[in-house]
């Protein structure tokens, strides 16, 4: 370990932070917590528990009807996440903002509000192979149900996109481009920017899926020129439960319903019923308040501490657990993009990720093993699965050096 | 500590996995998959008249399917299909109760550490799955989901 740097130089305070998660200040079998699985679900800081917890005791009530006090509160508290959301994606208005459970259900809501209607037969929806299976599967069902053809940008070694292969992909059936920002099981940044200049150009929509991108860089949907964007709360450090769909206005305004109930209506008869404007539009029942309540506490810790910085670290991070890790005899790390975050998957010779995964445990270091809900990609390098060690800003070198310690550990159960 | 479930038994076989080769001869087959980890295993019997005569399977897993495919395939030669089925029982138990570990399992009892583990009690059981499977002679993949 003696080449690698064992100071990430930047100026961050990471101490000061992880003071914020309580859930970091525990022993697992003994040793301390090492939580090295943020791309799974993030951790919370005091601010969005109490924001719940606030809720669920002074302010609990349903929105958008009630005229007493709570439930002003609550709705007030809602719809202010609504705002913060907007600022977060910098996005036009905050009505292109539409609350979904998740970045699944977020791809969903497209696929069959905007798929159904716009997609036909012998059109062509784009993906990438880098996709997580919420990205993959409900093309795939849209495709099925209307006879289109789904088509794949292959990606590279580093697991980087071929982009002239995109654009040879790109034509006049081509109705959507669909693609991760970041990469969940690589780590791979994805062009996003350029990516959508070329979808454009052919007259495609786009749909970015952000869930590993929110919490590790700055998003901005009118830069990207984005159709539709959209993340989950609890990988940026909110609740489970809430997510977040942003879609062009005009976009929005021209696509059907997602689904049907309270609060999406303006008016009910049996003979007709008239729908609410945006974001309403596509927010039936009784949503998750007290985790979309969470979401805005969320937003906000990470807009306190900028996202620019939360980057800068975590790129120092990065670069640092790479280097610890290739030190590592027989570890081969999957995912060498250029462009990469927050990301170290890797297999090692000989040795199963869920024994890696087991021995890591009972040293107190939580990672994923498994295929990450990314088949095609672990198919595309002939393995099974992958070790994934993800950071966030909370985490140390000295985490990094207890990982490649864990690792030596492993190589002496099974070497 | 971790060396509970990594057994040197387990080690060893998960290394050195016996009856890992396919089997030409074989008159039941069957695939196991635990969507979960990838986990691949093909399982050949020879079972003449009631017996196993002969076991063998193919794939590739982690250190405790691949003990538990190698050590199951030993435990089965010379077993009649009931018996088979009862050891199955059995391997069962250990791996979810906690009841005390019974002798009659014979060197299967290396996997009692695994009941201290239970996001690795399908990996523990794949094989077993799949046994059913080829004894009753079902033809689609078993899945430990």
């Known amino acids: ?415 | 500590m971790v060396d509970d479930l990594y057994q040197e038994t387990i080690l060893d076989h998960s290394k050195r996995p016996r009856n890992h080769h396919p089997m030409d001869d074989a008159n039941r087959k069957a695939d196991g998959y635990n969507p979960l980890c990838g986990d691949k295993l093909r399982l050949y019997l020879k079972v003449e008249g009631d017996v196993v005569q002969d076991a063998s399977f193919e794939g590739s897993g982690c250190a405790i399917s691949t003990a538990s495919a190698s050590l199951m395939t030993d435990s089965l030669k010379g077993k009649t299909r009931a018996e088979a089925l009862k050891l199955m029982e059995k391997f069962h138990e250990l791996l979810t109760t906690d009841t005390p570990v019974q002798q009659d399992l014979g060197k299967l009892v290396v996997f009692c550490g695994v009941r201290d583990y239970p996001a690795r009690v399908k990996c523990a059981t794949l094989a077993w799955h799949t046994l059913k499977s080829a004894l009753n002679n079902a033809g689609d993949p078993v899945s430990t989901e």
């Open chain 1, 1 to 415: 370990m003696s080449t690698v740097r064992k100071e990430v130089s930047i100026g961050f305070d990471v101490e000061k932070v992880r003071e914020d998660f309580p859930v970091l200040k525990q022993t697992i079998h003994g040793k301390p917590l090492v939580y090295l699985d943020s791309a799974a679900t993030a951790q919370k800081p005091f601010a969005v528990i109490d924001a719940i917890r606030k809720f669920y005791e002074v302010d609990c009530a349903n929105i958008h009807r009630g005229v007493h006090e709570l439930s002003q509160r609550s709705t007030a508290a809602y719809e202010e996440t609504r705002v913060k959301a907007k600022r977060f994606l910098n996005a036009r208005t905050k009505n292109e903002i539409i609350f979904v459970r998740g970045t699944t259900e977020g791809i969903n809501l497209v696929t069959s509000s905007w798929g159904r209607h716009n997609v036909n037969q012998g059109d062509e929806i784009v993906i990438s192979a880098l996709e997580h299976h919420s990205n993959i599967v409900p093309w795939q069902m849209l495709c099925e149900e209307k006879g289109a053809k789904l088509r794949v940008i292959p990606m590279n070694d580093r697991g980087e996109l071929i982009l002239e292969e995109y654009e040879k992909l790109l034509g006049p059936r081509t109705r959507m481009v669909a693609f991760a920002h970041v990469s969940n099981a690589l780590g791979t940044i994805n062009p996003a920017r350029q990516m959508i200049e070329m979808a454009h150009a052919a007259g495609a929509l786009t749909l970015v899926d952000g869930a590993q991108a929110a919490p590790h860089m700055k998003i901005d949907v009118q830069a990207l020129d984005s159709d539709f964007y959209t993340f989950s709360g609890h990988k940026v450090f909110g609740p489970t439960g809430i997510g977040v769909l942003h879609g062009k206005t005009k976009l929005l305004n021209a696509m059907p319903p997602y689904q049907g109930g309270g609060d999406m209506i303006r008016t009910v008869t049996f003979e007709k019923t008239t729908y609410n404007d945006l974001p309403y539009k596509f927010e039936a029942g009784t949503p998750n308040i007290a985790s979309g309540i969470g979401l805005g506490a969320a937003l906000d810790y990470v807009a306190r501490i900028g996202l620019d910085k939360i980057a800068a670290y975590e790129h120092e991070l990065l670069h640092y657990g790479t280097q610890a890790l290739s030190q590592i005899p027989g570890l081969r790390i999957i995912g060498t993009a250029r462009e990469k975050a927050a990301v170290l998957s890797f297999v090692m010779e000989g040795i199963h990720p869920h024994d890696i995964g087991t021995v890591l445990d009972r040293q107190g270091i939580a990672v994923r093993t498994g295929h990450h809900c990314a088949q095609p990609v672990m198919d595309w390098f002939h393995i099974p699965a992958t070790t994934r060690a993800s950071l966030a800003f909370y985490n140390t070198p000295a985490e990094i050096d207890a990982l490649a310690a864990g690792l030596n550990k492993v190589k002496e159960v099974f070497g």
